[in-house]
């Protein structure tokens, strides 16, 4: 049974930090390119950052770079992203994704706000 568990959301303040973890399971997972998304209220799910399965190339969406890092450990099945320098505009639920399949976390909320 595939599974992926995203962990590490939370209310911070604008300019703090936050670390998500997304845990998988039940798939070859350094086979897979790891993508974070994140969805506010009322707006489409957007891609934030993504990482290669060997590698660890990563791709990171315009607005989250130079703040926000993807990284990945396979040998615990686990994708990261670390996000500093948080703005209100980050406010929204965060999601993991294996890239190329249907598998999706259940989301993790991260709320930025004084």
């Known amino acids: 049974q595939v599974q992926l568990v995203e962990s590490g959301g939370g209310l911070v303040q604008p300019g703090g930090s936050l670390r998500l973890s997304c845990v998988a399971s039940?798939?070859?997972?350094?086979?897979?390119?790891m993508k974070w998304y994140r969805q506010a209220p009322g707006k489409e799910r957007e891609f934030v950052a993504g990482i290669t399965g060997v590698g660890g190339i990563t791709t990171l969406a315009d607005s989250v770079k130079g703040r926000f890092t993807i990284s990945r450990d396979n040998a615990k099945n686990t994708v990261y992203l670390q996000m500093n320098s948080l703005k209100p505009e980050d406010t929204a639920v965060y999601y993991c994704?294996?890239?190329?399949?249907?598998?999706w976390g259940q989301g993790t909320q991260v709320t930025v706000s004084s």
């Open positions: 994704y294996a890239a190329g399949t249907n598998y």
């Open positions: 039940g798939f070859t997972f350094m086979r897979y390119i």
